[in-house]
């Protein structure tokens, strides 16, 4: 079955870091992949998303780049602010049919002043 | 403005007591969906709808139940018969074509006293 590998958290950085959260997955066929971004006591928010090979989805400084060769989709960021912190959820998402959503466990993210 | 709505945002149960938790969408989206996070966990998803008066369960329904005669509406019932209710419930909604991300709500957070 399908299913989305995240780097486990807690991921602790000082604020202007470097940003790398590591996303694998493991489907048939050419899903979407998403990021969606959770702020405490709050609904997950769509971050960003790619439908194909090579798209990079980009937004508020985040990208992450469809890599199909390794079933990647890593987010990046290349200056952490506090207002970051957050739980960041990869997700995918058959593009055939009508299929639900898949989501990895979810990596917390804190942003140190 | 669009979007989803969820109420109430916190609810406190007694052991051997079912609730309900309201979902509805202005969307005009076709699909509809709950989800279960706990602690430290992804997110696991309960039912889910794709056309009125039609749903079918997802990877944890035992102990729930879902209803919907409406296009808007998806209330979720958390029976007595579900072991570990105490949890936070995430509703969404998306289209059934294209790439269809989720649009979620706010959550209830669910407490059983």
């Not at chain 1, 299913?3 to 493991?26: D, H, K, R, W």
């Not at chain 1, 998403?34 to 960003?48: A, D």
């Not at chain 2, 609730?19 to 509805?24: D, I, M």
């Not at chain 2, 979720?76 to 790439?99: D, I």
């Amino acid at each position: 079955g399908d299913s989305v590998t995240q780097m486990e958290g807690p991921v602790t950085l000082s604020e202007e870091a470097f940003l790398t959260i590591n996303c694998t997955y493991t489907a048939t066929g050419y899903p979407s992949l998403f990021w969606y971004v959770q702020y405490p006591g709050e609904g997950l928010q769509l971050l960003l998303k790619a439908t194909k090979a090579d798209d990079k989805g980009s937004n508020k400084g985040f990208e992450a780049t469809y890599r199909k060769e390794t079933t990647s989709f890593h987010l990046e960021k290349g200056s952490v602010q506090v207002s970051d912190s957050a739980v960041y959820f990869c997700a995918l998402r058959r593009d055939f049919g009508n299929e639900k959503l898949t989501f990895g466990t979810g990596t917390r993210l804190t942003i140190i002043p | 403005d669009g979007g989803i709505t969820q109420s109430p945002k916190y609810l406190f149960r007694k052991e051997g007591q079912n609730v309900t938790l309201s979902c509805e969408q202005n969307l005009n989206h076709d699909a509809m969906y709950w989800y279960r996070q706990d602690p430290g966990q992804g997110l696991r998803l309960i039912y889910y709808s794709q056309i009125v008066n039609d749903f079918q369960k997802g990877d944890i329904a035992e102990g729930y139940s879902v209803s919907r005669e409406k296009k808007e509406s998806f209330p979720l019932t958390v029976t007595s018969a579900q072991k570990n209710p105490t949890a936070f419930y995430l509703c969404a909604s998306s289209t059934t074509s294209g790439t269809g991300e989720l649009f979620f709500g706010e959550g209830s957070r669910l407490t059983v006293l």
